[in-house]
Every structure is written in C-alpha cells, then in structure tokens.
C-alpha cells in the first residue's frame, strides 16, 4: 500500500512525502489492551504480620509491574512509601517497616507491556500491619 502525503500553502506544494507500507505490517495484528491485575493478598482489609507479601493474578502481555503501596488512597510522592517500576513476578514482599510511619497501609498494582504501554490500575486494597 502506498500513502502520499503533500504539503500545500497558497497553491504551492512545498513537500511531497510517499511511503510503501509493507504487507508484513498490514498483517500484523494490535495489541491486546492490557486489563487490570486481580489482587489477591492480603485481603482487603487484613490485619498482617510485618513484612507481608503481597500476590495479584498475572495479567496476559505484561511484561512488568508497577506496584505502589502509600498511607493514603493519593498514591502521591508524599504518601508513597514503596513505588517500582521493574517488578517481573506477580509478588512483592514488603521489607524494612513502612508501618513505623503508617500502619495502615493501601496498595494497587499496574501491568505495563513491552512497548512500556500502561495498564489499568488494580483495585486498591488496604491492610494493616500489627
């Protein structure tokens, strides 16, 4: 296939560009969107030991996660105590003790794809650390 595309001010062109796209690429089918993790512990509401781990489903086509867990439902810089990028396991323990600042703690996770494509955010779960 081939697409044109001129460029025209007050009658004059002043740029012609013509692209061939591939078959190959005609072929290909989009991207699946990316759906929301299930979260699945704590559960919403637990009371927990230090240090707890926290589980959601995988979501298909994620490549990565990003997970967030704040003393607040803002999921802000300022209410942020633990936020990554990076995480490739559908778990994260928690480590050092978050819960000195807050005890009760709120936490939501996001699939990000390959293309670093954001997902929808997850539920957003609270639990208390005792």
């Given at each position: 296939?081939?697409a ?89 323990r ?35 650390i005792?």
């Amino acid at each position: 296939m081939k697409a044109v595309r001129r460029l025209v001010f007050m009658g004059l062109m002043l740029l012609s560009i013509a692209a061939t796209t591939p078959k190959a690429a005609l072929a290909m089918k989009p991207s699946t969107a990316l759906t929301a993790p299930i979260l699945l512990a704590p559960a919403n509401g637990a009371i927990v030991s230090p240090n707890p781990t926290l589980l959601w489903h995988a979501v298909p086509g994620a490549a990565r996660y990003h997970i967030q867990v704040a003393g607040g439902t803002y999921f802000d810089q300022q209410y942020n105590f633990i936020e990554n990028w990076s995480l490739t396991s559908t778990s994260y323990r928690i480590s050092g003790h978050p819960e000195a600042y807050n005890p009760r703690l709120y936490w939501r996770v996001q699939a990000i794809d390959a293309s670093n494509v954001q997902g929808p955010w997850s539920q957003t779960w609270q639990f208390t650390i005792k």
